[in-house]
C-alpha cells in the first residue's frame, strides 16, 4: 500500500510527524518513505510494508495530509501499474523529459575507442538535432582478454565533446559501483557540461548488490536492460531493486534474449513486449535492436535487418531506441559487425519518425474506435 501525501507534506513536518505516529502503532507494518522529484514539484511517498491486508484504506485516506491511497499488488510496488494508481509515470533529467508518451534516440559507440570517433559521432549527433548518446567506458566483456573499455581515462573527453555538441544525457553503462563516483567527479571536475544515464547491462540484470548502490544514489537515473536469460518477471523484479532502494527513474530497455532460436541474429529479439511492460509498470520503455540483431544484414528490400528491428519496437509504443553507430565500423574495439555507419544515421532518424508517427496514428485510431464503442446504444 501506498500513502501519496499532499504536495505541502514531508519529513519534517507535524502532519508527517502524525501520520507516522499513527503508522508505528500498526502491528505488523514497516514503512519505507520516497522523495519522488516531479518537474514541478517533490511530493513525498510512504511504502507499507507486511500486513497491509489488515489496514483499512479508508482510514488511512482521512488522515490529515494523505492525498491518496494507492493498494498495490505484491509485484513490482514501486515502478509497476497498479489498480487507481494515478502515480504520473516517468522523469526529468537535465532538461529532457523521459516518460511513457515521449521518444529519445540514444546513437553512438558501444565502447569509446578514440577521442576522435568520440567527436565525429557527438556531431554527426547534432546534426540531427539529437540530445541524447550511447558511449561505452566500462564494458563487461565476455573474455578477460578482450579489451574493456577505457574507464575513467576517457570520462574527462567524452563528456567535454558530449557538452561542445551540446548533448544532454549520455547512457553509459557501469560494472562496479565505484563507477558512479568516478562519473560524478569526471562531471563535477569539468563543471557538468551533460547528463549521464547509468546503464545496467543485461549480464549484470541480476547483480542485486550493484542495483541497490545504483538505486541508493538519486544524482543519476538508470537504463536498465533486460536479463537475455531470465523472464521478463524476474528482470521487472530486478528493476524494482532499484526503485525500492529509492530510485524510480528508470527506463526498462528490452535486447532481445539468449537462444539459439534467434539464429541468425544474436539474439531472439524481444520487441513484443513494449506493451507488455508498459501495462505492467509505469516505467518508460526502451529497445535495443543493435545487440538483439548483432548483424548488419540487408534483407531483399534493401533495408537493414536492425533497421527493421527497430521499427517493430517504435510502432509497437517505444520510448527510447538505444543504437550502436561507429565512424569506421571495422576499426571499432567492440561489437563493430552491428555498428550502423555515421553516414546512415539520416535515414535511420526518418526512419524511426515513420515508424513513431505510425504508432500515434494508430493509438489515435484505437482511441477513436473506443469512443465510437462506448457512446454507441447498447444493442
Ligand atoms: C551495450 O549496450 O553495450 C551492452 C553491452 O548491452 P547488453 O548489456 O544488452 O548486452
Ligand atoms: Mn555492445
Redesign the pocket.
Known amino acids: 500500500m501506498i500513502l501519496i501525501l499532499q504536495d505541502n507534506v514531508h519529513a519534517g513536518t507535524p502532519a508527517f510527524g502524525t501520520i507516522m505516529e499513527y503508522l508505528s502503532r500498526r502491528p505488523g507494518i514497516e514503512t519505507r518513505v520516497h522523495e519522488v522529484k516531479g518537474a514541478q514539484q517533490t511530493l513525498t511517498e510512504i511504502y507499507l510494508i507486511g500486513d497491509t491486508a489488515a489496514l483499512d484504506a479508508e482510514e488511512l485516506a482521512e488522515l490529515t495530509g494523505v492525498d491518496r491511497v494507492v493498494r498495490v499488488s505484491r509485484e513490482y510496488r514501486v515502478l509497476g501499474r497498479h489498480q487507481d494508481d494515478f502515480r504520473p509515470s516517468g522523469f526529468e533529467y537535465n532538461g529532457v523529459d523521459f516518460d511513457q508518451d515521449g521518444f529519445e534516440l540514444f546513437a553512438g559507440l558501444?565502447a569509446v575507442d578514440t577521442r576522435e570517433h568520440v567527436d565525429r559521432t557527438f556531431a554527426a549527433l547534432a546534426a540531427q538535432g539529437l540530445r541524447c548518446a550511447?558511449m561505452?567506458a566500462y564494458?563487461?566483456r565476455t573474455s578477460p582478454y578482450a579489451f574493456q573499455g577505457h574507464g575513467a581515462a576517457c570520462l574527462p573527453f567524452v563528456f567535454e565533446s558530449a557538452g561542445r555538441h551540446g548533448i544532454r544525457v549520455v547512457a553509459m553503462?557501469i560494472t562496479h559501483e565505484k563507477h558512479i563516483q568516478e562519473i560524478h567527479d569526471a562531471l563535477t571536475a569539468i563543471g557538468r557540461p551533460t547528463g549521464v544515464m547509468l546503464?545496467v547491462?543485461?549480464?549484470n540484470t541480476q547483480n542485486f548488490e550493484l542495483l541497490k548502490a545504483i538505486g541508493r544514489q538519486q544524482e543519476f537515473p538508470v537504463l536498465f536492460?533486460r536479463g537475455?536469460g531470465i523472464t521478463l518477471e524476474e528482470s521487472l523484479n530486478a528493476a524494482e531493486y532499484l526503485a525500492s532502494e529509492g530510485n524510480q527513474r528508470v527506463v526498462f530497455c528490452l535486447?532481445g534474449v539468449k537462444t539459439g532460436l534467434g539464429d541468425p541474429h544474436r539474439n531472439l529479439v524481444d520487441f513484443a513486449h513494449v506493451p507488455v511492460v508498459r501495462r505492467l509498470t509505469r516505467m518508460p520503455v526502451g529497445i535495443?535492436p543493435s545487440?538483439s540483431v548483432g548483424r548488419r544484414d540487408v534483407g531483399p528490400d534493401g533495408i537493414e535487418d536492425i533497421h527493421h528491428a527497430a521499427v517493430q519496437g517504435v510502432i509497437a509504443g517505444a520510448n527510447l531506441v538505444?543504437v550502436d553507430f561507429h565512424p569506421a565500423p571495422a576499426k571499432a574495439l567492440v561489437?563493430g559487425p552491428q555498428a550502423l555507419r555515421l553516414e546512415e544515421l539520416p535515414l535511420f532518424v526518418e526512419d524511426m519518425q515513420i515508424a513513431r508517427e505510425a504508432y500515434l496514428k494508430r493509438r489515435a485510431a484505437h482511441e477513436r474506435a473506443r469512443q465510437a464503442d462506448a457512446t454507441s446504444p447498447v444493442a
Open positions: 558501444c550511447r561505452g564494458k563487461p553503462e546503464q547491462g543485461t549480464r536492460k537475455f535486447r535495443d545487440h538505444l561489437d
